[in-house]
């Protein structure tokens, strides 16, 4: 009774901040951490045999295992296997038969952009469109082999804005002024390849400590093959990006192993004896 422990701001929430709220975005509902196959991989054109579908990448609930095809809208399903069986948009599609069991198929969803794909197909069903930003920060689920920068489950920054005639120029310029506000101004941009987005980019940030660049997040443009079947017009572009939340900590304050971040091994002394991070706006 001689000492009373008050709570402390966790590490992840320090980060967090309010930076996307101050950049204008509106945060996106993210409380669904089980997902299905058609939501989390077939909306963002993301083709059946993928390797990331496979059980070594993802996790299957075996209980409900699968999504009923009424919680699916129907006009839609059917123009997203039409794009992934025949292509349209100017693509050639992927030249397989797609099956509506495999995207039944129940999830922890390996990534938020799933709820991205939510957003932009609600913003696609408007009669009229309005530019839109929306963020989230919230937990991913993947069988990753765990080491001092991979986890299981971890949390994803996610981010999409849509309207006329952005460009990677766009992209990169938010994507900079985000981790500005985080102090993490040593950054690399890197071409990649992504099934959803063209032309793609790796974000890289160099860590001190393991004195190494350490890649903190991938973005890009979505394709046409996954934003038209949504009903988004022709003329609009839509830049995203999906960012680590640990490992952009980990540079900020000097940790070398993702394991002192979240599970077990967080050194609660730690987080009581540390100052809260005060992010200044830029």
């Known amino acids: 009774w001689d000492t009373i422990m008050i709570g402390k701001q966790w590490y992840q929430r320090r980060v967090r901040g309010r930076i996307f709220l101050d950049m204008g975005f509106t ?14 991989f077939d909306a963002l054109f993301q083709p059946q045999q993928h390797p990331a579908r496979d059980a070594h990448d993802t996790f299957f609930i075996s209980d409900p295992q699968m999504t009923a095809k009424s919680n699916l809208p129907a006009d839609y399903v059917e123009r997203v296997k039409l794009t992934h069986e025949k292509g349209g948009h100017g693509s050639m599609g992927y030249n397989y038969d797609w099956k509506i069991e495999e995207a039944q198929k129940n999830i922890l969803r390996t990534h938020t952009t799933a709820v991205s794909a939510k957003m932009l197909y609600q913003l696609g069903q408007q009669k009229e469109f ?8 919230d937990r991913v689920f993947r069988n990753e082999t765990l080491d001092a920068t991979h986890l299981a489950e971890f949390h994803q920054i996610e981010g ?11 992209l990169i310029g938010v994507l900079s002024a985000f981790f500005k506000k985080l102090g993490l101004e040593k950054l690399k941009f890197k071409p990649a390849y992504n ?17 190494k660049w350490v890649e903190i997040g991938n973005s890009g443009m979505f394709r046409p093959e996954m934003l038209l079947p949504m009903g988004i017009p022709s003329d609009v572009n839509v830049i995203a990006w999906g960012l680590s939340l640990e490992r952009p900590t980990m540079i900020k304050y000097g940790i070398n192993n993702i394991r002192e971040l979240i599970g077990p091994k967080v050194n609660l002394n ?13």
């Open 160 to 170: 999409v804005v849509a309207d006329r005639n952005l460009t990677l120029g766009h």
């Open 130 to 137: 309005t530019p839109t930003k929306l963020f989230s920060i």
């Open 27 to 40: 945060e996106m509902p993210t409380n669904r951490y089980v997902e299905n196959g058609f939501w989390n």
């Open 270 to 282: 730690m987080v009581q004896e540390n100052p809260i991070c005060r992010l200044d706006k830029v």
């Open 195 to 211: 099934p959803y987005t063209e032309p793609s980019m790796e974000i890289f940030s160099y860590h001190p400590g393991l004195k």
